[in-house]
């Protein structure tokens, strides 16, 4: 798992990285809001942890551009800002928790433990009696293992992280393809197709709402 931290105080910063990375998760780690931005744009997270009051661009406004743009990444804030007025931003803006400084290493584990269960981030997914692993590209249906092609995993991914939600082409876009690298929706609308037939053994997932989009159902 990928977390992207932002976090200004040289010391904490290197804290909670080492924490991180001693618990498994692959971790980059920044100061500055602008360059964090930056990465996100570039690369590919599971997680963000925003500090508000960092350099250029404050975790607040990172936030609010992300969410503005389709960018649905879990976000937990790790602030000295505690009063009240700061936390209904933080959550009105899109955030999933808000963590107040000074905090325990072992409550962020714990908060960054729920985040995963809640969005589904483990490295095995089952739903319907199907399991579905992401990283191995691979889908296991009874005792038949489908081999699946690395964008076909990342765009069923995408769509389990947001059951029930209606994605527009656009939206899968902006989340799993890099800027260099942007597809059609044709080619968007096969790589559906071909979802849709690699799960109708089961059943059908995907609900085709004209003119907006897909929804993935998990019942």
């Known amino acids: 798992m990928k977390i992207l931290l932002l976090e200004d105080d040289v010391i904490l910063q290197e804290i909670i990285e080492e924490f991180l990375v001693e618990k498994g998760y692959g971790v980059e780690s920044f100061y500055d809001g602008e360059k964090a931005l930056d990465a996100i744009?570039?690369?590919?997270?599971?997680?963000?942890?925003?500090?508000v009051n960092v350099p250029n661009i404050d975790g607040f406004e990172i936030l609010a551009y992300l969410r503005d743009i389709g960018n649905t990444t879990p976000t937990i804030y790790i602030t000295s800002l505690a009063g009240v007025e700061d936390l209904k931003k933080g959550f009105s803006l899109g955030a999933d928790d808000y963590l107040k400084k000074p905090f325990e290493l072992e409550e962020l584990d714990a908060r960054i433990t729920h985040i995963i269960k809640l969005?589904?981030?483990?490295?095995?997914?089952?739903?319907?009696?199907i399991k579905f692993i992401p990283k191995a590209h691979q889908v296991?249906?009874?005792?038949?293992?489908?081999e699946m092609r690395q964008k076909e995993a990342q765009v069923l991914e995408y769509f389990i992280r947001n059951s029930g939600k209606i994605i527009s082409c656009d939206e899968i876009i902006e989340n799993v393809w890099d800027e260099e690298h942007i597809p059609t929706h044709a080619t968007i609308r096969t790589y559906?197709?071909?979802l849709r037939k690699l799960l109708s053994r089961s059943k059908e997932y995907f609900d085709n709402i004209k003119g907006e989009g897909y929804r993935f159902n998990i019942v």
């Open 119 to 129: 969005y589904r981030l483990q490295d095995e997914i089952e739903f319907d009696g």
């Open 41 to 51: 744009g570039e690369g590919r997270y599971d997680l963000l942890l925003l500090d």
């Open 192 to 194: 559906i197709k071909n």
């Open 140 to 146: 296991i249906i009874g005792d038949e293992i489908i």
